[in-house]
């Protein structure tokens, strides 16, 4: 890796934000166009620049735009330092909205022969607009979060793009729950995710396909996103659950408080004083 840093400048151009020193994506500050941007230190090789290129070509609001890119580094469009890792419960609608926005940009990834690798709520940032995005997305690296390892990773089988489905529907459930589903691999094998029956029915069958056992019976993400769009949240089970979609409801007006919590705590920018040759196809 060979990068031309120059009075602390990266290419002459971007400062990093010293909070981020040692994370493999650096916030950074634009110093001619004067915005923040995402900067990520690359091995020069042939397998990464195809993978640069591949992810300059993803046209989807939910990816990573790229701005620039050099030998040894390329900038990105900076989401925020949000993420949905650690946010209590969130209201059923908006659950659902985060994912028809994910599973349609998953659907935009696998298109392209790509495969994410490392969904999880870290890695779902939540931009100023409050829109999910996977914004940490790069085609030439990729390491699954233990807690959300598809079946057929765990055993060490092929994945595809049913393993992201299978990350999303956990991402989901966790969304909801407020909990981390699985605390190791095996346990996956041994039982399915305990989706509450309280939630709608078409609900509990949405999450329950997008977690299924076998990667055959999950449906594509473009499907996911079609059926979560048009799952009916009306119908719930039970007057616990009845209970469970009224709050919903009145708890999504809240929802912007509750996940700009961390970010009050998170320092801002300020203007300065698997296969390397296309990473991730299947």
Not at 29 to 45: G, K
Not at 81 to 102: C, K, N, Q, S
Not at 231 to 240: A, E, F, N, P, S
């Amino acid at each position: 890796m060979s990068v031309s840093v120059d009075d602390h400048l990266v290419a002459g151009r971007y400062r990093l934000d010293e909070a981020d020193r040692g994370r493999e994506i650096r916030r950074a500050w634009d110093t001619l166009l004067r915005r923040p941007v995402a900067l990520r230190f690359v091995d020069s090789s042939p397998g990464v620049e195809n993978g640069i290129r591949t992810l300059a070509a993803l046209q989807h609001p939910a990816l990573p735009q790229v701005y620039d890119a050099g030998a040894g580094y390329v900038v990105t469009h900076y989401a925020g330092p949000r993420t949905l890792a650690g946010t209590p419960p969130l209201p059923l609608p908006e659950v659902r909205r985060i994912g028809v926005r994910l599973a349609d940009a998953l659907a935009h990834l696998h298109s392209y022969g790509l495969v994410h690798r490392d969904l999880q709520p870290a890695t779902v940032r939540i931009d100023a607009s409050d829109e999910p995005c996977l914004a940490d997305f790069s085609p030439w690296s990729g390491v699954q979060g233990v807690g959300y390892l598809s079946p057929e990773q765990v055993r060490g089988q092929r994945i595809g793009p049913a393993s992201d489905v299978y990350a999303l529907g956990l991402v989901l459930l966790e969304c909801l729950t407020g909990h981390q589903e699985y605390g190791t691999p095996e346990e996956r094998l041994r039982r399915p995710p305990v989706v509450p029956r309280t939630l709608p029915p078409g609900v509990v069958r949405e999450l329950s396909l997008m977690t299924a056992l076998s990667p055959r019976r999950r449906p594509a993400a473009g499907e996911c996103a079609r059926r979560l769009r048009e799952v009916d949240l009306t119908r719930v089970g039970g007057r616990v659950g009845r209970r469970l979609a009224a709050a919903s409801v009145t708890a999504v007006l809240g929802l912007g408080g509750a996940l700009w919590a961390s970010h009050s705590a998170s320092p801002t920018i300020s203007a300065p004083a698997p296969d390397s040759s296309v990473a991730h196809g299947y």
